[in-house]
């Protein structure tokens, strides 16, 4: 399922700098960036690995997509000298490559710029991609860093895994007592027809627009096939609530819950993938259903 709408974060690892906060500065391959702090420490060296925050805004300043506080935080290795790839210069590498942890800072891309631009942001002259470095490792930290990262993800999907039948089990049932309209008061509305059940509410931060969500999630028709679902994988799917990167039905749907909230999603069709569906699994004017769990919120 093409959950993401957004996906715009270029073939363009990174960004930004150091130096003089005073205005806005022009990288060697003629993009304008400007820093917005600027910390003591040794800058990144080449072979080493850059770990940052990213905001993508558009010259509103509004954040049209965040990867702040992903579970997977971005992360790019400065290249060695005279092993830079061919092709353009990547202005995002230009600036990292002058960086300290705590460093922040914004490169000015035109729109023209950006392959693939979605046609829902080519009314933007131009955006900034803002990072902040969050650490800087050499090659041994690094590799004992993704060890760690890789054995704590395998533990966490083989459990996610084995989780994957009970779960199709409880949306079936839950499926089911719906188109018999057995699920009373349990039943709520949301918005219009966009109506959910809460089988366990959460204690965490509400979920609001700009929030960074985490959620699992098991996506089903309305006759109970499955269709797509994050437990199979063994991983959560993270997105930014209310930019559009996803169904309406989830912007909406998710504003309904918060941190820790275990739910099912009914999602008419208009608020999901409307008249065009979602070839091969999803026919136009499909309602769907969606069982979620919000593991994080940020």
Not at 171 to 182: A, D, E, F
Not at 222 to 228: A, K, P, S, V
Request: hydrophobic content about 40%; charged content about 25%.
């Amino acid at each position: 399922m093409k959950i993401n709408k957004l996906l715009f974060f270029l073939g363009i690892s990174l960004i930004w700098s150091c130096g003089d906060t005073a205005g806005k500065k022009m990288t060697e391959s003629g993009y304008e960036y400007q820093i917005y702090s600027d910390k003591a420490g040794d800058i990144a060296q080449p072979g080493q690995y850059v770990y940052f925050n990213l905001d993508i805004l558009n010259d509103q300043d509004s954040v049209l997509q965040t990867y702040r506080n992903n579970p997977q935080i971005p992360v790019v290795q400065i290249p060695l000298e005279g092993d830079v790839a061919p092709g353009p210069a990547n202005p995002i590498m230009d600036v990292l490559a002058m960086c300290s942890v705590g460093d922040s800072a914004g490169m000015f891309l035109p729109k023209d710029s950006i392959p693939q631009l979605p046609p829902q942001f080519a009314g933007y002259p131009f955006f900034e991609y803002r990072v902040s470095v969050v650490d800087i490792l050499n090659e041994e930290e690094y590799k004992t860093k993704i060890e760690a990262e890789q054995k704590k993800a395998q533990e966490a999907a083989v459990i996610l895994q084995a989780r994957e039948a009970d779960v199709a089990e409880m949306i079936k049932s839950t499926i089911n007592k719906y188109n018999k309209n057995q699920l009373g008061d349990d039943l709520k509305i949301i918005e219009g027809d966009l109506k959910y059940v809460l089988h366990e509410e959460g204690t965490g931060p509400q979920i609001e627009n700009g929030k960074v969500v985490l959620a699992q999630y098991y996506g089903a028709k309305l006759d109970g096939e499955e269709f797509d679902n994050s437990f199979k994988r063994g991983r959560g799917y993270p997105f930014t609530v209310g930019n559009r990167a996803v169904i309406a039905g989830w912007d909406v749907g998710f504003t309904a819950l918060r941190e820790g909230s275990k739910a099912t999603l009914f999602i008419p069709a208009e608020m999901a993938y409307g008249e065009a569906g979602s070839p091969p699994n999803i026919a136009p004017n499909t309602d769907l259903v969606f069982y979620v769990e919000i593991e994080q919120v940020q």
